[in-house]
């Protein structure tokens, strides 16, 4: 069995972009080179891209990488928020509401994978969730002197960008657990 062909691709790259947190985290953290981890971070952000695009396009959708993607955006944005709120960078607060929002997105998921019953995978409003975290704390990281006013409203329109996804994951969730369930019905009448 060939554990390399080119439909993996999307999947090896989630797994490099999980192998790129604890080098963001140490470079954020312990070396103090945020500069660094920001490109880092950035690097993340592109394989995100790129393993999407992979995916889609030549049709290398697979159940792994439905999980592993997430799992490994998850990783990514937990672990920037814990680095950006200890460096003070954002306050506890807002760090506090995305890594609520990002555990409870994934007690959903494991739920609906331990049930079997739909997979959760990734829609537009979770990527344009991610891709407007990786622009505002990116922005937080090299402009730390931004204006509070501005600061606040960036950290606002976050909390709205993935507070809408959080309801849109939970709508869909749902039904598509009636959806399943109405089919499932149809079969046992049948």
Same mark, same amino acid.
Not at 97 to 120: P, Q
Not at 123 to 149: C, H, M, Q, S
């Given at each position: ?76 944005? @937990?672990?920037?928020? #814990?680095? !950006?709120? *200890?460096?003070? %960078?954002?306050? &506890?607060?807002?760090?506090?509401? =995305? ?46 002197? @931004?204006?509070?006013? #501005?600061? !606040?409203? *960036?950290?606002? %329109?976050?909390? &709205?960008?993935?507070?809408?996804? =959080? ?24």
């Amino acid at each position: 069995m060939t554990v390399f062909k080119k439909s993996n691709i999307p999947n090896f790259l989630s797994v490099f972009r999980i192998m790129l947190v604890p080098v963001f985290v140490y470079l954020f953290m312990f070396a103090k080179l945020q500069g660094t981890a920001i490109l880092v971070f950035l690097l993340a952000g592109a394989t995100d891209v790129v393993d999407g695009i992979l995916a889609r396009k030549n049709n290398w959708i697979s159940n792994v990488g439905k999980i592993l993607d997430p799992f490994a955006d998850k990783c990514m944005q @937990i672990a920037a928020l #814990v680095c !950006l709120m *200890l460096s003070k %960078l954002i306050p &506890a607060w807002l760090a506090t509401v =995305l890594c609520l929002k990002e555990f409870l997105l994934l007690v959903g998921a494991t739920t609906a994978l331990k049930s079997r019953k739909v997979y959760v995978q990734s829609d537009w409003y979770g990527k344009a969730g991610t891709v407007a975290f990786y622009i505002i704390a990116t922005l937080f990281v090299l402009a730390p002197d @931004i204006p509070d006013t #501005v600061k !606040l409203i *960036l950290e606002v %329109l976050l909390i &709205a960008f993935m507070l809408f996804a =959080l309801v849109m994951y939970s709508i869909n969730y749902k039904k598509n657990i009636i959806t399943k369930k109405k089919v499932s019905q149809m079969q046992e009448n049948n």
